[in-house]
């Protein structure tokens, strides 16, 4: 079975910086691209980063580019996602995600249970 516990979620201030984790198991996760997504009250859930199975690609949505930083740990089998210079409209439920692929663009078929993001002004 697998699982993608996700942690490291928090109330911070805009300014701020946060670190996310998500750990999975009951897969190879060397094997497997991954992704994060968020979902912010009354939205629909969007596309935060991605990241192949190796690390060497990654992939951000305009609005975190050059904030935020995707990268994962193998030997872990955590992926993470820094977050820099938080923003309200960062407030959100993020989520990891496991594609069946390792490359971009295989959408994803595990998800976490989400850990909640909110930045106060």
Same mark, same amino acid.
């Given at each position: 079975?697998?699982?993608?516990?996700?942690?490291?979620?928090?109330?911070?201030?805009?300014?701020?910086?946060?670190?996310?984790?998500?750990?999975?198991?009951?897969?190879?996760?060397?094997?497997?691209?991954?992704?994060?997504?968020?979902?912010?009250?009354?939205?629909?859930?969007?596309?935060?980063?991605?990241?192949?199975?190796?690390? !060497? %690609?990654?992939?951000? *949505?305009? @609005?975190?580019? +050059?904030?935020?930083?995707?990268?994962? &740990?193998?030997?872990?089998?955590?992926?993470?996602?820094?977050?820099?210079?938080?923003?309200?409209?960062?407030? !959100? %439920?993020?989520?990891? *995600?496991? @594609?069946?692929? +390792?490359?971009?663009?295989?959408?994803? &078929?595990?998800?976490?249970?989400?850990?909640?993001?909110?930045?106060?002004?």
């Amino acid at each position: 079975q697998v699982q993608l516990v996700e942690s490291g979620g928090g109330l911070v201030q805009a300014g701020d910086s946060l670190r996310l984790s998500c750990a999975t198991s009951g897969r190879t996760f060397s094997n497997y691209a991954m992704g994060w997504f968020r979902q912010a009250p009354g939205k629909e859930r969007e596309f935060v980063a991605a990241i192949t199975w190796s690390g !060497a %690609v990654t992939k951000y *949505a305009d @609005s975190v580019k +050059g904030r935020f930083t995707i990268s994962r &740990d193998n030997a872990k089998n955590t992926v993470y996602l820094q977050m820099n210079s938080l923003k309200p409209e960062d407030t !959100a %439920v993020y989520y990891c *995600a496991s @594609s069946p692929g +390792g490359g971009l663009g295989r959408g994803y &078929d595990y998800w976490g249970q989400g850990t909640q993001v909110t930045v106060s002004s």
